[in-house]
């Protein structure tokens, strides 16, 4: 009995003794997590306050003195905690020369013989002041002289910039843990009413967690003595602004929002063939276009008439392929490569569905002529839609589509052609969408097929699509192959509008894709033999469209499609074709009269929306590529053509806020509104330099008047050269916050290899070669 008892006891002990281990055990793999988590959190803030364009407290030249005691003039970036120094104000990877860590440095001002002010940044110990990696993560910096380790001595060109530099500085010193937030947890904003409250570590601060903050570090020690003078001299002493935030913490908009309407008027097609019956009126209007082409011909310059024409702009039925483009949500939130790739295939698929009543072409746009839609999802974010014909001759259109905060935007310009085969007509869209998933910094890449028209002369007027195109991402090695076929002269209604196609890692086939691109698409996964539901253009289907958006007649600008061609359509609509032909008319000769007025001005078109990059393609000028950022952006809204983010902070990032606020006796905005950079006014030109900041005591009436006079010359040109920093910096952010294989994609595409020689080129070098030293060796055995 005694020996039962005491096995039941042991056996006790050892269950207690493996469950506690079993929860230390969970304990750790939780501590880990956290621990690998809030890591990510932090490098992820601090490299966004690195790379974003908009936190900058000063800019400006300096000479810093190098380690051969000679002096080197380098354009300097000030940011909470950090300094960048860059060879020239083109503040890219090139020009970057180092970055200095402002967390373990102090500055202190440095007698000089020479003209200008000097102070030396440097390490307590004498350790290191540099970072080991730029912006871009750069590892190499630019060449210049040699720069000390553990110290920097720079020379600003007066007294007063130097002062201004002494005092960003400080700011910058004492503020760089802000980069840092708490991981504590704090009281939610009203933003957060009625929805999930996130967690802790990506918990809004509210104003009341700022101030606090500020008492803490005695951010605002000397604000009671500067600011009389800062009032004196013209600076603004409230802390309101024209961007200030509103009672909820969100700041107005930049500019007014363009009003939408929704419109859900959608004209489907039948499933199947796309056919089209001509009366016999339009059959000899057909013939006389015949007589005017031949076969091989570009139909480009063709004047088509109006009984063909789809009431609508090119620009418009482009917009087509985003109304399910909740899909490309759901792939941005799923963490496998494989099922996002699916996704996007879904996406790609759901757009081709919708066909017009009838066999229809579009309005071929106008040059500088726009369009502008949205598509509101559930969540409520918005996907906007922003198109541009940018050239004419070629036909040219660029459009823009973006959802920051559902993580994604597409990029594209399309050259349109079309071919005439006697029967038959190919109109060919060529070019490649370009899609980033902004969260997970991956870029795929797409094409598009052809549309084909046969029965032209005989037979059925009818149109497909064909050929072959390829949806890759790089980033991550996947591939989706699709094929949409042509139907065969024998085949029937099954062999019609068919696409196959499979889904590829590297030289893997992952599953294979079949259907009808109208109707339904399968897809079999190979490694399961499972067979799903790719697609499938059913009721159920078609209730699932996001609600497009559109503006109002009376509110859109003369060059908008529908505004352009609102003449032309309404006679469409009332079988007017004789109206519709004059109309049509009307806006070609307006457009020949422009063309011809460019040309004896010696003028090119500039579009308004897009320009061309260094590498040729059509970028949206106002991209924003920065992931969504829940603590500080509101939503996206769209004005003048313009998609721009509301923030709960005005012109900045919520870490930069409280620097503001706090110093904004000190503060001077140089372009309200407009300019993101920060500029500080300088202490008193007369004040002692063995004086500490907190105690520096202000001159007289007159001295401040002159402080006053030499603060607007500095600021007048820091205005000049932060006008020339906003187009960089709007630039410089495509750049930040694109792939980095995109270069490298682009680069694979036009043919070039590594050292920038086409592959033609060394192709033909190396046959040239060989048949060189092949003719040598004729020779030579002749002659032996």
């Known amino acids: 009995m005694f020996i039962g008892c005491l096995n039941v006891f042991r056996s006790c002990r050892k269950s207690a003794a493996d469950a506690a281990k079993l929860n230390r055990k969970e304990s750790y793999k939780a501590q880990r997590k956290n621990y690998r988590r809030e890591k990510k959190r932090v490098a992820s803030e601090l490299m966004n306050s690195l790379q974003d364009p908009a936190v900058i407290v000063l800019a400006d030249w300096l000479k810093v003195r190098g380690t051969l005691k000679s002096w080197t003039k380098l354009w300097c970036v000030l940011k909470p905690g950090l300094l960048l120094i860059y060879k020239s104000q083109k503040t890219k990877s090139s020009h970057w020369v180092g970055t200095v860590m402002l967390t373990s440095c102090q500055v202190i001002e440095r007698p000089s013989k020479k003209d200008g002010f000097c102070f030396k940044l440097f390490h307590p110990l004498e350790q290191s002041i540099w970072a080991p990696r730029g912006p871009d993560?750069?590892?190499i910096g630019a060449v210049v002289q040699p720069l000390p380790t553990a110290y920097l001595i720079f020379r600003a060109p007066s007294q007063a910039a130097g002062k201004c530099w002494m005092d960003a500085l400080e700011l910058s010193l004492r503020c760089s843990a802000l980069l840092l937030r708490s991981n504590s947890s704090t009281t939610p904003s009203s933003a957060y009413a009625g929805e999930p409250l996130p967690v802790s570590h990506e918990t809004q601060w509210s104003e009341a967690d700022y101030e606090k903050h500020f008492n803490e570090h005695d951010l605002d020690a000397d604000s009671q003595t500067e600011a009389p003078n800062a009032a004196m001299s013209g600076l603004d002493t409230d802390s309101e602004s024209e961007q200030a935030p509103d009672d909820d913490g969100v700041c107005p908009l930049q500019c007014e929002e363009t009003p939408y309407v929704p419109y859900e008027e959608e004209e489907f097609g039948a499933q199947g063939e796309q056919v089209e019956e001509l009366a016999d009126e339009n059959k000899s209007l057909i013939w006389c276009i015949v007589k005017q082409v031949r076969p091989g011909m570009d139909l480009s310059k063709v004047v088509l008439p109006t009984f063909i024409l789809e009431p609508?702009?090119?620009?418009?039925?482009?917009?087509?392929?985003?109304?399910?483009?909740?899909?490309?949500?759901?792939?941005v939130r799923d963490d496998d490569a494989f099922n996002r790739m699916k996704l996007i295939v879904q996406?790609?698929?759901?757009?081709?569905?919708?066909?017009?009543?009838?066999?229809?072409?579009?309005?071929?746009?106008?040059?500088?002529?726009?369009?502008?839609c949205y598509w509101e999802h559930p969540n409520g974010s918005r996907t906007f839609y922003i198109a541009e014909q940018v050239s004419h001759h070629p036909p040219v259109s660029a459009f823009y589509v973006t959802n920051r905060e559902?993580?994604?935007?597409?990029?594209?310009?399309?050259?349109?052609?079309?071919?005439?085969?006697?029967?038959s007509t190919s109109a060919v869209l060529e070019g490649t969408a370009t899609m980033t998933l902004l969260p997970r910094n991956e870029m795929y890449t797409a094409s598009t097929p052809y549309a084909h028209c046969k029965g032209i002369l005989m037979g059925t007027l009818s149109m497909e699509l064909g050929g072959k195109i390829n949806i890759e991402c790089e980033n991550t090695g996947y591939k989706t192959e699709l094929e949409f076929k042509l139907k065969p002269f024998l085949g029937g209604s099954e062999a019609?509008?068919?696409?196959?196609?499979?889904?590829?890692?590297?030289?893997?086939?992952?599953?294979?894709?079949?259907?009808?691109?109208?109707?339904e698409c399968r897809i079999k996964d190979l490694r399961t033999g499972d067979e799903t539901v790719l697609f499938k253009a059913d009721n159920e289907m078609r209730a699932k469209r996001l609600t497009r958006h559109l503006v109002p007649m009376d509110k859109q600008l003369p060059t908008e499609s529908a505004r352009l061609w609102h003449l032309v359509s309404e006679a469409i609509a009332n079988e007017d074709q004789v109206a519709a032909t004059n109309e049509k008319t009307v806006l070609e000769e307006a457009q020949r009269a422009a063309a011809k007025e460019r040309a004896e001005n010696d003028k090119q078109h500039q579009p308004a929306l897009f320009e061309l990059d260094s590498y040729g393609q059509w970028v949206y000028k106002y991209a924003d590529l920065r992931p969504w950022n829940p603590r500080n952006d509101v939503r996206q809204y769209e004005c003048d053509y313009k998609v721009l983010t509301q923030t709960r902070v005005s012109e900045t990032t919520a870490d930069e806020e409280p620097i503001i606020r706090t110093r904004q006796p000190m503060a001077t905005k140089v372009a309200k509104a407009k300019n993101k950079t920060l500029v500080l006014g300088p202490r008193d030109t007369n004040s002692d330099s063995s004086q500490s900041p907190q105690g520096a005591k202000r001159g007289s009436n007159s001295s401040v008047k002159?402080?006053?006079?030499?603060?607007?010359?500095?600021?007048?040109?820091?205005?000049?050269?932060?006008?020339?920093?906003?187009?960089?910096?709007?630039?410089?952010?495509?750049?930040?916050?694109?792939?980095?294989?995109?270069?490298?994609?682009?680069s694979h595409d036009h043919g070039i290899v590594g050292g920038g020689i086409s592959q033609s080129i060394v192709v033909k070098s190396l046959i040239y070669a060989l048949i060189g030293l092949t003719f040598s060796l004729i020779l030579r055995w002749l002659f032996k």
Not at 314 to 329: E, G, P, R, V
């Open 137 to 139: 993560k750069e590892t």
């Open 312 to 331: 609508r702009s090119f620009l418009d039925k482009l917009s087509d392929t985003y109304y399910h483009a909740d899909l490309l949500s759901k792939a």
């Open 347 to 372: 996406w790609y698929l759901s757009g081709f569905y919708k066909k017009p009543k009838g066999l229809k072409k579009p309005y071929n746009p106008i040059l500088g002529e726009t369009f502008r």
């Open 406 to 423: 559902d993580g994604f935007s597409i990029t594209c310009s399309i050259l349109a052609k079309s071919k005439f085969y006697g029967n």
């Open 496 to 519: 019609t509008n068919v696409v196959v196609g499979k889904i590829k890692f590297g030289k893997e086939t992952l599953a294979t894709i079949q259907g009808h691109w109208d109707k």
């Open 706 to 746: 002159n402080l006053a006079l030499a603060l607007e010359q500095v600021n007048q040109s820091l205005e000049n050269h932060t006008r020339q920093l906003n187009d960089i910096s709007r630039r410089l952010e495509r750049m930040q916050y694109q792939p980095s294989n995109s270069r490298s994609m682009y």
